[in-house]
């Protein structure tokens, strides 16, 4: 919708990160725009700046930053750069409620940003829903119009639309989950603590960063297996009781419905070393200090630590 509302279409190119969940994507394709993919940064996961200048043509309209795991992306940067070049900067907020970039609340620092409240995200519904956000006004009157088949005055349609409303169920559950969004957050972020001081110890893995710049949220805490170990520490895991996951085991750009675009294993080592290292470690604000001990020390009984 954001990148639809921008008037990007056929002909246009997004730059996309190359690991992200494929919904990002989608934006760019169902406007008949072209993603480009673009590798991550090996320490925060998020879309590599200094490789996104290069992936520029006389065609690109857009980079999406994702804040992926609940991580902003280096936004500074990314905004130089979209200056330079007249481009829009597009935030993907859907793992990152209320993680701060600098200080500032993601959702606010782009043209303009999208949110998921699907439920299994930091702030999920009961169902399926989502938001966008803008500071532009003329953005925004225009995302009014949008999601209710493009019309301001019932029966009158300025502009092709469609029905994206939330369902009223959705926003009263969301409307009383928000109040709790920085509690759980707190949880999510003392859960993340307490996982860094007992794993800390182990070489096996390499575990998240918090980049200097940056207030994760921890949608997802995701270690890197080293040795190739990942699978068989995962099996492990599971056998003991503690289910863990891959974000995400293919990069987009190795997706079979993106073949058409010509991208090939080694475009993007960072991100397809991470799919093959990858582990996401049981992660929600509820969790308990003897539910991360168990996991850590679970953990410390595979490597025999
Ligand atoms: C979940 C997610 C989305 C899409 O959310 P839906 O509500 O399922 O459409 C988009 N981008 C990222 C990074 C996500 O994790």
């Known amino acids: 919708m954001v990148l639809w509302a921008l008037g990007i279409g056929p002909g246009d190119e997004v730059i996309i990160p190359a690991n992200t969940f494929i919904a990002t994507a989608w934006g760019a394709t169902l406007c008949g725009a072209r993603p480009v993919f673009v590798d991550c940064e090996p320490d925060s996961y998020n879309i590599d700046p200094r490789k996104v200048e290069q992936a520029i043509t006389s065609a690109t309209k857009a980079i999406v930053a994702v804040h992926l795991f609940g991580q902003p992306a280096d936004i500074d940067p990314l905004r130089a750069i979209a200056l330079k070049h007249n481009l829009f900067l597009v935030e993907d907020c859907a793992q990152a409620h209320i993680g701060e970039y600098k200080g500032q609340r993601v959702g606010g620092i782009g043209t303009s940003a999208s949110f998921s409240f699907y439920p ?131 990069p987009l750009h190795l997706q079979p419905c993106f073949a058409h675009l010509g991208y090939q294993i080694g475009d993007f080592p960072v991100s397809e070393e991470l799919a093959q290292s990858g582990l996401s470690l049981p992660m929600y604000p509820e969790l308990t200090e003897e539910q991360i001990s168990y996991v850590a020390d679970t953990i410390r009984s595979f490597y025999r630590i």
């Open 120 to 250: 299994g995200k930091n702030l999920g519904a009961y169902g399926e829903g989502g938001a966008v956000t803008t500071n532009d006004q003329h953005l925004a009157r225009k995302f009014k119009m949008m999601r209710d088949h493009g019309a301001e005055t019932k029966y009158h349609h300025e502009l092709y639309g469609h029905n994206y409303r939330m369902e009223g169920i959705q926003g009263a559950v969301l409307g009383v989950k928000l109040n709790h969004l920085l509690q759980w957050t707190e949880g999510r972020r003392q859960a993340a603590a307490r996982y860094r001081a007992l794993l800390e110890p182990c070489d096996e893995i390499i575990l998240p960063q918090e980049m200097p710049y940056a207030r994760h949220v921890y949608h997802l805490f995701v270690i890197r297996v080293r040795n190739g170990k990942r699978d068989a520490l995962m099996q492990f895991l599971n056998e003991q009781g503690i289910s863990t996951g891959m974000h995400y085991p293919i």
